[in-house]
């Protein structure tokens, strides 16, 4: 480890170096007298320089020079393919739009490899840079799956990733069996040149295309999402005890007296968070948000914390759950299950009557949970007062009804400073045994979830400003502002219903939720908040603090999830450190070199288990639509595009009706007030506007959905 530290903090000093204005192109003997390199180091500097040749951030000419890539018109970055074979290269710095490759130029180039790019055309006029790859640097992926279809002495691969815009050519020897049908993993031994297709071999059968599960198993092979944790953190896991010792509880905060609750989802099985209020004699309350102390028990560098960092999150799919950590533990001991002591860390914040946290306290603690319950239960109990709940509760109903008050007072400050809340429907996919879609529904958002929800914020926000203001080493969750250029297209879109956002340059929070607040309850209110949600950035985890724009908050971090996300964990350990005295110099220069990697790891990982997540969902709702052609739908136009009307569903399902297959009229599109316009009967169809569609087709291996718009026949017959 000390060793690879060295080696890097070498390689970054050189790199520097070569960027610095001082530097003029040098070979690679003449940079090596240059920096002044020990003879017994030269093999050394050879490999940081092939190093950094490899990682695209420096080229070295035909003449031998050492450069930056920009110097000779040259970029690097990561490619996305596209179905119709072009893509674009998202570059490593110096450009905030994606690089345009024509079809002809991508060099062989497949989706997700890391390219160098000579570019070809700027930037200008509202239009992106063009490129041609001259240079694969790191292949992303030789392993993808898809669909096989066996001819005549030889079999085709159709990869489900539509980014990958050519079938993989797999020889008679190479099938493994496999027939017409099949799911197959398949590994590229021949990249594409010119017109000839990618070449393969059948690793791994997952099953035929109908089998129950194979669709899923699918997409957890297309992404690559570990299963199985290795021999080594399962043997960790048995090693821990499946109670606490008093051994154990030595020196914590015993909180097992003060009535503390879980309050989760219907079928949650791991309980990460538990609370805990009181009123204090001078009005205020006493907040207490108690955290599993999964750091206890995944300790850094052990095999359960190798493989909870490879993994970064743990993975909701439709149909299962792919964990972070081994379900012994996040249901077992680390889970804040009801009736049984267990090892926490909480944040204890006393509020005051206007929201503000006006003290509070971190520490390591013990706790005991006196109920598990769901947000179901609580929401009847504060929301409607359910009499037999309440009796059933009658114990915590007090508690609860007091918490329903602090949850009004954080939501109501949150809102006053601007902080921006959407309200979209989720979709709730409920499976039967055989992960057949039973229903589609959106998920249901009430007082009791966003009181968890309030609890939570306010705790990750005392925790993050605690440790900014001691600087210390630490993770922190920032959402930047807005693009300008993202923001003025915002703008544009709203003035297109009417809606205007004061200020012309920087826009703060406010002003947006003003216009959310403005469209809340009107028809208009989803496609708004999709206009507004794409206008924002995406958030990551940063080990400098920025601030979270969407929050309108100075200080944000992750600290309330370590069983399912690893930058809660890191955190966690970071905290635990400085309250033992121990983040001393030697522990502090540790955690600064690690964390910029750490952050990285875990962004990177969050996107990953959007994406995954995202495509199962969709999956589902394909399977679910397909069996309910002809049928007839209501729901709001949430796209227009000029060969398409999108329309999501009142169930949050989305399809589209094509342009070329709406044969009353020509229809065009009209970009500046986002609506497709009928040139001779004038019709019009605009973002946001009701329709009623039919199901006509739902294609399970492209994951899309296709509507027509609805006659007036047709919802008479779906009436009846």
């Given at each position: 480890?000390k060793?690879?530290?060295?080696?890097?903090?070498?390689?970054?000093?050189?790199?520097q170096y070569?960027k610095?204005?001082?530097?003029l192109p040098?070979?690679?003997?003449?940079?090596c007298?240059?920096?002044?390199?020990?003879?017994?180091?030269?093999?050394?500097?050879?490999?940081i320089?092939?190093?950094?040749i490899?990682?695209?951030k420096?080229?070295?000419?035909?003449?031998?020079k050492?450069?930056?890539?920009?110097?000779?018109?040259?970029?690097?970055?990561?490619?996305?393919?596209?179905?119709?074979?072009?893509?674009f290269?998202?570059?490593?710095?110096?450009?905030?739009?994606?690089?345009?490759?024509?079809s002809?130029?991508?060099?062989?180039?497949m989706?997700?490899?890391?390219?160098m790019?000579?570019?070809?055309?700027?930037?200008s006029?509202?239009?992106?840079?063009?490129?041609q790859?001259?240079?694969?640097?790191?292949?992303?992926?030789d392993?993808l799956?898809?669909?096989?279809?066996?001819?005549?002495?030889?079999?085709?691969?159709?990869?489900?990733?539509?980014?990958?815009?050519q079938?993989?050519?797999?020889?008679k020897?190479?099938?493994?069996?496999a027939?017409?049908?099949h799911?197959v993993?398949v590994k590229?031994?021949?990249?594409?040149?010119?017109?000839?297709s990618?070449?393969g071999?059948?690793?791994?059968?997952?099953?035929?295309?109908?089998?129950p599960?194979?669709?899923?198993?699918s997409?957890?092979?297309?992404?690559?999402?570990?299963?199985?944790?290795n021999?080594?953190?399962?043997?960790?896991?048995?090693?821990i005890?499946?109670?606490?010792?008093?051994?154990?509880?030595?020196?914590r905060?015993d909180?097992r007296?003060?009535?503390?609750?879980?309050?989760?989802g219907?079928?949650?099985?791991?309980f990460d968070?538990?609370?805990?209020l009181?009123?204090?004699?001078?009005?205020?309350?006493q907040l207490?948000?108690?955290?599993a102390?999964?750091?206890?028990?995944?300790t850094?560098?052990?095999?359960?914390?190798?493989?909870?960092?490879?993994?970064?999150?743990?993975?909701?799919?439709?149909d299962?759950v792919?964990?972070?950590?081994?379900?012994k533990?996040s249901?077992g001991?680390?889970s804040l299950?009801p009736?049984?002591?267990?090892?926490?860390?909480?944040?204890?914040?006393?509020?005051s009557r206007?929201?503000e946290?006006v003290?509070?306290?971190?520490?390591?603690?013990?706790?005991?949970?006196?109920?598990?319950?769901?947000?179901?239960?609580?929401?009847?109990i504060?929301?409607?007062e359910d009499p037999?709940l309440?009796?059933?509760?009658?114990?915590f109903v007090?508690?609860l009804?007091?918490m329903?008050?602090?949850r009004?007072?954080?939501?109501?400050?949150?809102?006053?400073?601007?902080?921006?809340?959407?309200?979209?429907?989720?979709?709730?996919?409920?499976?039967?045994?055989n992960?057949?879609?039973?229903?589609?529904?959106?998920y249901d958002?009430?007082?009791a979830?966003?009181?968890?929800?309030?609890?939570?914020l306010?705790c990750?926000e005392?925790?993050?400003e605690?440790?900014?203001?001691?600087?210390?080493?630490?993770?922190?969750?920032?959402?930047?502002?807005?693009?300008?250029?993202k923001i003025?297209?915002?703008?544009?879109?709203l003035?297109?219903?009417?809606?205007?956002?004061?200020g012309?340059?920087?826009?703060?929070?406010?002003?947006i939720q003003?216009?959310l607040?403005?469209?809340?309850?009107?028809?208009?209110?989803?496609i708004?908040?999709?206009?507004?949600?794409?206008s924002?950035?995406?958030?990551r985890?940063?080990?400098?603090?920025?601030?979270h724009?969407?929050l309108?908050?100075?200080f944000?971090?992750?600290?309330?999830?370590?069983?399912?996300?690893?930058?809660?964990?890191?955190?966690h350990?970071?905290?635990?450190?400085?309250?033992?005295g121990?983040?001393?110099?030697?522990?502090?220069?540790?955690y600064?070199?690690?964390l910029?990697?750490?952050c990285?790891?875990?962004?990177?990982?969050?996107r990953?288990?959007?994406?995954?997540?995202?495509e199962?969902?969709?999956l589902k709702?394909v399977?679910y639509m397909?069996?309910r052609?002809g049928?007839?739908?209501?729901?709001?136009?949430?796209?227009?595009?000029?060969?398409?009307?999108?329309v999501?569903?009142d169930?949050?399902?989305?399809g589209?009706v094509?342009?070329?297959?709406?044969?009353?009229?020509?229809?065009?599109?009209?970009?500046?007030?986002?609506?497709?316009?009928?040139?001779k009967?004038g019709?019009?169809?605009?973002l946001?506007?009701?329709?009623?569609v039919?199901v006509a087709?739902?294609?399970?291996?492209?994951r899309?959905?296709?509507?027509v718009?609805?006659?007036?026949?047709d919802?008479?017959?779906?009436?009846?």
């Open positions: 480890m060793n690879d530290e060295i080696m890097n903090g070498r390689k970054e000093r050189i790199y070569i610095s204005e001082d530097y040098l070979k690679r003997h003449e940079l007298v240059i920096l002044d390199v020990p003879v017994e180091e030269r093999e050394q500097f050879e490999d320089i092939s190093q950094l490899s990682q695209g420096v080229i070295e000419t035909k003449k031998g050492i450069m930056l890539p920009k110097e000779l018109n040259m970029v690097s970055g990561v490619f996305t393919g596209n179905a119709k074979g072009f893509g290269v998202t570059a490593d710095e110096g450009f905030d739009r994606d690089i345009f490759i024509p002809e130029f991508t060099g062989g180039a989706h997700k490899d890391k390219v790019v000579r570019l070809t055309n700027t930037a006029n509202g239009k992106r840079a063009e490129g790859i001259v240079k694969i640097v790191e292949k992303g992926t392993n799956v898809g669909t096989f279809e066996l001819l005549k002495g030889f079999g085709f691969v159709t990869c489900d990733d539509k980014k990958i815009s079938d993989i050519f797999v020889s020897e190479n099938t493994k069996g027939v017409s049908g799911k993993v590229i031994t021949k990249r594409p040149e010119g017109s000839r990618p070449e071999v059948i690793t791994e059968i997952l099953g035929h295309i109908d089998d599960g194979v669709d899923i198993l997409i957890i092979r297309q992404y690559d999402l570990p299963q199985e944790f021999q080594e953190a399962y043997e960790q896991t048995e090693k005890g499946l109670d606490i010792t008093n051994a154990e509880i030595e020196g905060e909180f007296n003060i009535v503390t609750v879980t309050i989760d219907d079928d949650s099985k791991d968070d538990a609370v805990s009181d009123i204090l004699e001078n009005g205020n309350f207490g948000v108690h955290i102390d999964v750091s206890h028990y995944v850094e560098g052990s095999p359960l914390d190798r493989e909870a960092y490879q993994r970064g999150t743990s993975y909701y799919l439709v299962r792919i964990p972070m950590i081994p379900h533990l249901n001991i680390c299950n009736n049984e002591d267990r090892l926490t860390l909480s944040c204890v914040m006393e509020i206007n929201g946290v003290a509070h306290k971190i520490c390591e603690s013990v706790i005991h949970s006196h109920a598990r319950l769901t947000y179901t239960k609580v929401n009847k504060i929301q409607f037999e309440c009796e059933e509760y009658k114990d007090p508690m009804k007091d329903n008050k602090l009004m007072i954080l939501g109501k400050k949150r809102r006053h400073r601007g902080s921006i809340d959407f309200d979209f429907p989720e979709a709730k996919i409920i499976l039967d045994k992960g057949k879609v039973l229903d589609i529904a959106p958002r009430n007082w979830t966003n009181l968890i929800e309030e609890f939570m306010v990750n005392t925790v993050a605690d440790y900014y203001w001691q600087e210390a080493p630490f993770v922190y969750r920032n959402h930047e502002t807005p693009d300008d250029e003025e297209n915002m703008k544009k879109m003035r297109t219903f009417g809606y205007r956002i004061k012309q340059n920087e826009v703060h929070p406010k002003e003003a216009i607040n403005t469209v809340s309850g009107k028809a208009e209110e989803h708004i908040s999709r206009i507004v949600l794409r924002m950035k995406q958030a985890y940063q080990e400098e603090n920025y601030g724009f969407g309108a908050a100075k944000y971090c992750h600290f309330t999830s370590p069983i399912r996300r690893y930058p809660d964990l890191q955190i350990r970071i905290i635990k450190e400085n309250l033992k121990n983040l001393q110099e030697n522990r502090a220069n540790h600064n070199k690690i910029p990697g750490v990285k790891q875990c962004s990177s990982k969050e990953l288990a959007e994406e995954a997540e995202r199962t969902d969709k709702m399977e397909s069996e052609i049928q007839v739908f209501s729901g709001i136009i949430s796209g227009v595009t000029g060969w398409g009307i999108y999501e569903l169930n949050t399902v989305e589209m094509a342009l070329n297959g709406m044969t009353d009229d020509f229809y065009d599109f009209d970009e500046v007030n986002l609506q497709v316009l009928g040139r009967k019709k019009i169809f605009r946001g506007d009701r329709a009623t039919m087709k739902a294609d399970k291996e492209q899309t959905i296709d509507f718009f609805a006659k007036e026949s919802v008479k017959t779906e009436e009846n």
